[in-house]
């Protein structure tokens, strides 16, 4: 059992990438681990500076799952305090900013906090409303496609997202719904050192009243570019799709691509479409992340790289991932994590910085440990 009087934990939200992920790890290992939490300089490396209403919607949403006090969490705030309570497990958590705000980003703060729970066994369950692609955050359908295979095969977790209704920028109003079982026990440490041979890349192009024929020269831009990079073009698998009207609120475009080797990793790729942006120039940017992903020749992808260091930290044993080259979002998640737990991470870089060993030895978090 945890103590529910413990010093406040300070952080400067302007360390490292100075961002939102800052307060997205920080207020979710808070409210796991039962420590009060002050963060100070939020997002002080943004412009503007100061919570969104995504960030403060996001606050809101763990302080609710951890029946925790929350203070400060409004519209560009740069301080906030949190004082956790117990975790619960429900079906009927939500949250929606009210603008395009990335439901993904939602997700992220909440899902650790969802694998913990000494009540019961039945899942507990999201609803979250905003963005569903949007730039400057992974796409919905990425982190079906990429993190969502990683945890289950490397963590055994269970994780389930149906996307009622996409939404797009400006108007949002998208509409994902999400589920996780609690974990008996604490989550495994990993060892991924050797992702294997390349197995296949998979994708689709998608639209959303716009022409068909745009999500079409996405998908034929991409193979091409994939192939040039010297991915097999027997191996591609990209679809294009028109959404219904009925499944999407306003225009919007896009594609999302990712790779499956032999051992169990996924890599992934993506571009959002802008108005005025030719739809081949999408392509080629997810194309090209993608390839950069294959081509570093290592088990993990530059985004699952810093959303993994959560999970490594509350696994219990020693846990080993090779990747490509750092990430400041790792840097950061790394550093956030050795604030507030007992976890500690050496990271291995190789002369040129393209291949790095992260190993950290985590804290063996359990739901027990969580509960009152």
Not at 105 to 117: G, T
Not at 219 to 232: I, N, P, W
């Amino acid at each position: 059992m945890l103590q529910s009087c413990m010093a406040r934990v300070l952080i400067d939200g302007s360390v490292l990438e100075g961002g939102g992920q800052i307060l997205r790890n920080s207020i979710a290992l808070s409210a796991l681990l039962r420590k009060p939490l002050s963060i100070h300089n939020i997002r002080a490396n943004r412009t503007p500076p100061g919570l969104k209403n995504q960030h403060a919607a996001g606050l809101k949403l763990v302080a609710c799952i951890s029946s925790g006090q929350l203070t400060g969490a409004e519209r560009d705030s740069t301080t906030v305090e949190f004082d956790p309570g117990p975790i619960q497990v429900s079906t009927g958590y939500s949250a929606d900013p009210g603008t395009a705000g990335s439901t993904t980003l939602l997700l992220q703060v909440a899902l650790p906090c969802l694998l913990y729970s000494s009540k019961g066994t039945d899942p507990s369950t999201l609803i979250l409303r905003g963005g569903t692609n949007a730039s400057h955050a992974p796409q919905i359908d990425s982190t079906q496609h990429t993190l969502f295979p990683f945890l289950r095969r490397h963590f055994g977790l269970d994780p389930r997202l149906e996307v009622r209704q996409r939404g797009y920028y400006p108007k949002g109003g998208g509409e994902v719904i999400f589920t996780m079982p609690p974990i008996r026990g604490p989550l495994p440490p990993i060892t991924l050192t050797d992702r294997g041979p390349l197995k296949s890349v998979k994708g689709f192009a998608y639209v959303a009243r716009l022409p068909h024929s745009i999500a079409r020269t996405m998908q034929q831009t991409a193979k091409e570019a994939l192939v040039s990079s010297g991915v097999d073009a027997d191996m591609i698998n990209i679809t294009a799709v028109r959404e219904r009207d009925t499944d999407a609120v306003g225009a919007g475009s896009g594609i999302v691509l990712w790779a499956e080797t032999e051992n169990g990793c996924v890599l992934g790729g993506s571009a959002v479409g802008m108005r005025k942006t030719d739809p081949a120039q999408v392509a080629l940017a997810a194309a090209d992340e993608l390839a950069r992903n294959i081509a570093h020749g290592q088990c993990v992808d530059e985004y699952i790289q810093d959303q993994i260091i959560i999970f490594l930290a509350l696994a219990s044993g020693e846990s080993k991932v090779k990747t490509g080259p750092l990430t400041l979002h790792t840097r950061t998640a790394i550093w956030v994590a050795e604030q507030l737990t007992d976890a500690r991470f050496v990271v291995d870089e190789a002369p040129d910085g393209q291949t790095v060993t992260i190993t950290c030895q985590g804290i063996g978090l359990t739901a027990e440990a969580v509960g009152v």
